[in-house]
């Protein structure tokens, strides 16, 4: 059964910095393209970033542009989200998704919160 077990989530305040993690396992890592979405209470799930199979980084959503990064290390199967500059508008659950042609996985999801 393919897991993607996402962590590093938490509490912090405005203007701190946060790593979000992913780790895959049953499935080959590196044919899969990676992205960070995320889920705010009353709201969409909106797509955070987004890096292909080999490493190239395929999209920002423009709310994160310049704050976030997101990075990939094949070898150890997972994939990251370096938050930084985070803002209250941040907080959501935010879950990874692999994504292979038509065959897709998501995680279960992590809580980020930015309060003051």
């Known amino acids: 059964q393919v897991q993607l077990a996402e962590s590093g989530g938490g509490s912090v305040q405005p203007g701190e910095s946060l790593r979000l993690s992913c780790a895959a396992s049953?499935?080959?890592?590196?044919?899969?393209?990676m992205s960070w979405h995320r889920q705010a209470p009353g709201k969409e799930r909106e797509l955070v970033a987004s890096?292909?199979?080999?490493?190239?980084?395929?999209n920002y959503a423009d709310s994160v542009k310049g704050r976030f990064t997101i990075s990939r290390d094949n070898a150890k199967n997972t994939v990251y989200l370096q938050m930084n500059s985070l803002k209250p508008e941040d907080t959501a659950v935010y879950l990874c998704?692999?994504?292979?042609?038509?065959?897709?996985?998501w995680g279960q999801g992590i809580q980020v919160t930015v309060s003051s």
């Open positions: 998704n692999a994504k292979r042609g038509l065959s897709g996985f």
């Open positions: 049953r499935i080959t890592f590196r044919n899969y393209a």
């Open positions: 890096i292909g199979s080999g490493g190239a980084i395929l």
